[in-house]
């Protein structure tokens, strides 16, 4: 049942074979051609449904539907096709989407499979093909066409075979020659017409599949943005939940008493080279300073050393706590 399901939800696809097919069949009999005098209407011989498919249950005819499908038989053989099959479902449950899907899809290759056998003198096999043709559709534009070039077909056939006086032995033979035409010419196109929509079949499951990885992927992402917006939030409540730290006591005020200026280094004032360090250093409680250090010096390594010596003869007022703090001493050549 569930590939009875896919052959039918695919078989949209089946109108694009039309133009395949039609390559098989000659220029369409000009409209409006009139039906000779005593031709006879190409009224099938026989129900265009078997009475053995008719006989057959809706789930049964499912299943052989869409297996005479899946085996090229579109329309053909006689009593084993899926045309038949849907036509006898669609008569048992009326309502069944699949079967006028299905049939809708044939319709185009049972109008150029009668114009075939019509062409090839196939008269036998064009009323019943116009007989499946009728029963799908009978509003169908092609109908009366079919019908009158059909029947003036079969008019000329007879007129040629009283003219030549055929013997019955060439009648015999011309008459194997067909069916034998008719079964290579309906094989080679339903297995053409079978493998385009296997292959149309394929890429729809392909499509599907990557339309399933991209909702799964675009799910995972979702979830993850949720997951990163829930961690968010707790960070958020866990911050406020916190306790909040004392403010630190603002540092006290430097006030230098004595800030000798640095020794230039002899080499840098030759070369008139310039320049500017930054010096960090930590003033204690007596105004003293310790720890001083070079935190960045452009040029590097030319002028460090006597700024370093310098702030460590520099002098500030005493201060209740030791306080580290940075200072930019320049160098300029100009200035001595």
């Known amino acids: 049942m ?20 039609g390559a098989c069949g000659k220029k369409e009999d000009a409209a409006g051609t009139a039906t000779p005098a005593g031709a006879a209407a190409p009224a099938a011989a026989q129900p265009a449904v078997s009475s053995q498919v008719a006989a057959l249950n809706a789930d049964t005819l499912r299943e052989k539907a869409a297996k005479a499908y899946q085996d090229s038989r579109l329309y053909a053989p006689a009593g084993d096709n899926a045309a038949e099959y849907y036509l006898a479902l669609r008569d048992k449950a009326p309502g069944d ?71 019955a032995e060439q009648e015999q033979a011309r008459a194997a020659q067909l069916e034998k035409e008719r079964q290579q010419q309906q094989a080679a196109q339903q297995q053409q017409a079978a493998q385009q929509l296997a292959a149309a079949q394929e890429a729809e499951s392909k499509a599907a599949a990557q339309r399933e990885a991209e909702s799964k992927a675009a799910a995972q992402r979702e979830a993850e943005s949720k997951a990163a917006a829930q961690r968010a939030e707790q960070q958020q409540q866990a911050a406020a939940a916190a306790p909040k730290p004392e403010p630190e006591p603002a540092a006290p005020t430097l006030r230098a008493i004595s800030t000798p200026q640095p020794r230039y280094p002899m080499e840098a004032l030759r070369a008139g080279q310039s320049g500017e360090v930054q010096v960090e250093f930590t003033v204690g ?13 452009n040029p590097p390594r030319v002028f460090d050393r006597e700024a370093v010596a310098a702030v460590r003869r520099w002098r500030f007022e005493p201060v209740a706590a030791p306080v580290t703090t940075r200072r930019n001493i320049g160098f300029s050549a100009g200035g001595g």
């Open 2 to 21: 569930r590939q009875y399901r896919m052959v039918c939800a695919r078989m949209a696809t089946g109108a694009a074979l039309i133009v395949a097919l």
């Open 97 to 167: 989407p699949g079967a006028s899907s299905a049939l809708t899809d044939l319709l185009p290759m049972i109008v150029i499979a009668t114009e075939q056998s019509r062409d090839r003198e196939d008269f036998a096999e064009a009323q019943r093909l116009y007989a499946l043709l009728e029963k799908a559709d009978p509003t169908h534009p092609a109908l009366t066409r079919l019908k009158e070039s059909v029947a003036s077909a079969q008019s000329a056939v007879t007129q040629r075979a009283e003219e030549q006086k055929l013997t």
């Open 285 to 297: 409680t007596d105004g003293t300073v310790t720890n001083a250090r070079v935190v960045r010096a």
